[in-house]
């Protein structure tokens, strides 16, 4: 069975700081790779997607992310950290076939300092 | 397009209380889901919907009911509410093609007591 690691569950950041998340899956075939934040109260927004291709992937808000194989690997980065990216981002990996499901990370909570 | 909706927001239930979780989504996907999430933790399925009439369960099941009747409806049945589900709810949808990243509601938290 699939499974995601995020083992970073608090990261505080000053604003205008580099941000790099860190998720670790562990898929048996091809992974279809999801960044997701949830903002406080609210529902979960898609940041970006990996299928296949380009290994460095472009998101929304300026995030990106890089698949490396080799290090079973999909972390999120952001050059430079806005007072809105306070959140909580999970890492998820995609079924892909059958039913499709995501098998999510637990979660790591971004604190962004002024 | 409303996208993925949920109702209600919020419901406090008593222990053994039943009530149905609504969710509808007007973007024609085939696939919905519902899941749960509890503090601290990443979201766990419960059940999904492959078509209208195709239902089949996730990783945590017990104490659920669903069913498909249309494609744009998916409502999540608790009966005799636990205080074990007390949580919050997210109900998401895809569509079938490649690209297939899943669009969530925006959720219900539901506490039993």
């Known amino acids: 069975a699939q499974s995601v690691t995020q083992p970073d569950i608090h990261i505080t950041v000053s604003e205008g700081a580099s941000l790099e998340l860190r998720c670790n899956y562990s898929y048996g075939a091809t992974p279809y790779l999801f960044w997701y934040v949830q903002s406080p109260g609210q529902g979960l927004q898609l940041l970006l997607k990996?299928?296949?291709?380009?290994?460095l992937v472009q998101g929304i808000k300026g995030f990106e992310a890089e698949f490396k194989r080799s290090q079973s690997s999909f972390n999120l980065r952001k050059p430079s950290v806005h007072w809105s990216d306070a959140a909580e981002y999970f890492c998820a990996v995609g079924e892909g076939t059958g039913r499709r499901a995501l098998t999510f990370g637990s979660g790591t909570r971004l604190q962004v300092q002024p | 397009n409303a996208g993925v909706t949920q109702t209600p927001k919020f419901r406090i239930l008593k222990i053994g209380q039943s009530m149905t979780l609504q969710c509808a989504q007007d973007?024609?996907?085939?696939?919905m889901y519902w899941y749960r999430q509890d503090p601290g933790m990443g979201l766990k399925l419960i059940y999904y919907s492959v078509g209208a009439g195709i239902t089949d369960k996730g990783e945590v099941p017990n104490g659920y009911n669903v069913s498909r009747s249309t494609t744009e409806d998916f409502p999540l049945r608790l009966e005799l509410a636990a205080p074990s589900q007390t949580s919050v709810y997210f109900c998401?949808?895809?569509?079938?093609?490649?690209?297939?990243?899943?669009?969530f509601g925006p959720g219900t938290r539901l506490t039993v007591t």
């Open positions: 990996y299928f296949s291709g380009d290994t």
């Open positions: 973007m024609n996907h085939n696939y």
């Open positions: 998401a949808s895809s569509y079938s093609g490649q690209g297939y990243e899943q669009y």
